[in-house]
């Protein structure tokens, strides 16, 4: 199932007219999706930037095209990997670094993206990206399949992972099996399948994101719909790089940046203040 599939499942469960995720799953994944619904749906791209969590299963020895378990297999090799040279691979894969993505990935270049021009037997350069692994842990060796566990940033391939590791220790390598464990605030323990649908409860906007909060005097909240700048000052924000603002009941209001000592509007919610709806 494609994420847009597991929306489109949410969206109509639910009888709503918006829906949206912030965060694609790879159709063999399972696991986290936090899906956006009604005027939440403004909030997509900031879950987008959230840190992720993964529990993977990579083989050694046999390399495919795409880097996972759907692909050609373009590789193989016997596996003779010791657990402490796998440890020691793993290790060496912490902390912030450099990835070079997938061919087979939705990313655009030369406006096309990466996987059309997989599919079409292309083979172009692709420039490195800066991610972080906050956490990488081997849960589990039993050659040649191998276990992880991964707390990453935003924008970091697995399957690269799983592929690299596998180069690291002379054997290759390719993802089998992938499962999201956290994505931003929400975890695998608060996900709901999707057959028991009318057992979820909607998250309030305003505790859908780790972004800090800043409360708003009610005599402010007019000009913040209109588009007024406030001084960051006024708020108290501006020490923070984006802050969502909420009124006094704790209903957000807007999502804001500070800019040359004003506040700046990514994404405001008359809405919620209106109909007091939407969710995520």
Not at 113 to 125: C, F
Not at 148 to 168: E, F, H, M
């Amino acid at each position: 199932m494609s994420s847009a599939t597991a929306v489109e499942h949410v969206r109509r469960g639910l009888g709503i007219e918006r829906a949206g995720h912030g965060g694609t799953l790879d159709p063999i994944a399972t696991g986290v999706l936090a899906i956006c619904v009604g005027a939440g749906t403004k909030l997509a791209q900031f879950l987008l930037a959230d840190n992720k969590a993964y529990e993977a299963e990579g083989v050694l020895g046999v390399q495919t095209d795409t880097l996972d378990r759907t692909g050609r297999v373009v590789d193989e090799r016997s596996v003779d990997v010791t657990r402490e040279a796998l440890l020691a691979a793993v290790a060496s894969h912490r902390g912030e670094q450099t990835q070079i993505p997938p061919m087979y990935s939705a990313i655009k270049q030369g406006g096309v993206r990466l996987y059309h021009r997989a599919r079409a037997g292309e083979e172009v350069v692709r420039a490195p990206r800066a991610i972080r692994i906050d956490h990488l842990e081997l849960l589990a060796f039993e050659p040649p399949r191998f276990r992880i566990a991964i707390a990453c940033s935003k924008g970091t391939y697995i399957r690269s992972l799983v592929a690299d590791i596998g180069n690291a220790v002379a054997a290759g390598a390719h993802l089998a099996e992938l499962r999201r464990t956290r994505s931003g605030r929400f975890t695998i323990d608060q996900a709901v399948p999707l057959d028991r649908l009318t057992q979820a409860t909607l998250i309030p906007p305003a505790q859908a994101t780790d972004l800090p909060a800043v409360t708003v005097p009610q005599a402010l909240i007019a000009q913040i719909f209109n588009g007024v700048q406030l001084p960051v000052a006024t708020l108290g924000a501006d020490h923070l790089e984006r802050f969502q603002l909420l009124d006094e009941a704790g209903q957000l209001l807007a999502v804001a940046h500070p800019q040359d000592g004003r506040t700046v509007y990514d994404r405001v919610f008359p809405e919620l203040a209106t109909t007091g709806r939407g969710g995520s």
